[in-house]
């Protein structure tokens, strides 16, 4: 068996998106396998294999991990990605918490139905601009320094560049009152292993299309 990482999920963004993110910011290569169909997934659910009938399901370093919250975690702990104490692992983990509720809209958003498409985007617009990003403006004003926590590139920061590249593709100007954050995302984008995942070909997936929102509500439509 491969030493590498295997992620099993839909061949689409959704809640795996931010592992494949952090692995391929951290340099690590991986494997996916992909679910097309309910019966794949039922499966997995029958053999035992998703502890809470849930994926992303993540095979690495002998285990079967589930919970998004629970992979990311362990990713950045195994790859340095943590902070180097418990408190910059504090201030890591309350940014990537709120990185996540910004995402979670994003990631509702193509479910919308038609009639509430254009609210849901003022939503997002409205909590981006308002409520996180002046946030993280904040930070990286006041310690002047590339990277969120500790001077040291870390899961934070990848969780933001990520969000922000997310909203720029619905809102392209959602950054212009943000200086340090554009400043940021042009830093981040230009690391070598985030540069290489923002090549065509890599494993980032492409904004969800009808055929993955059609296969997600195929798939797990109870």
């Known amino acids: 068996m491969s030493g590498k990482p295997r992620l099993t999920y839909l061949n689409g963004r959704g809640r795996m998106e931010p592992v494949r993110w952090l692995l391929a910011a951290a340099g690590a290569e991986f494997e996916e396998s992909f679910l097309e169909t309910k019966e794949q997934y039922e499966k997995l659910i029958k053999d035992g294999v998703l502890m809470f009938q849930q994926v992303p399901l993540v095979e690495i370093d002998g285990m079967k991990m589930v919970q998004t919250r629970a992979i990311l975690s362990y990713i950045a702990g195994k790859y340095n990605l943590y902070g180097k104490d418990l408190k910059e692992r504090a201030l890591i983990d309350m940014y990537v918490e709120g990185i996540t509720d910004l995402m979670e809209m994003i990631l509702m958003f193509p479910f919308s139905p038609p009639e509430a498409k254009e609210k849901n985007l003022d939503s ?48 392209p100007a959602v950054l212009s009152g943000f200086p340090q954050l554009q400043a940021f995302k042009i830093r981040m984008s230009n690391m070598p292993t985030i540069k290489k995942f923002l090549q065509p070909g890599s494993r980032r997936k492409p904004p969800p299309d009808e055929r993955y929102i059609e296969t997600v509500l195929k798939i797990f439509k109870k």
Request: proline share 2%; charged share 25%; hydrophobic share 50%.
């Open 124 to 171: 997002i617009n409205d909590r981006a601009i308002n409520r996180y990003f002046p946030v993280f403006e904040k930070v990286l004003k006041q310690h002047g320094q590339d990277f969120l926590v500790g001077n040291k590139f870390s899961w934070a920061d990848v969780q933001l560049i990520e969000a922000i590249l997310a909203v720029e593709e619905k809102i």
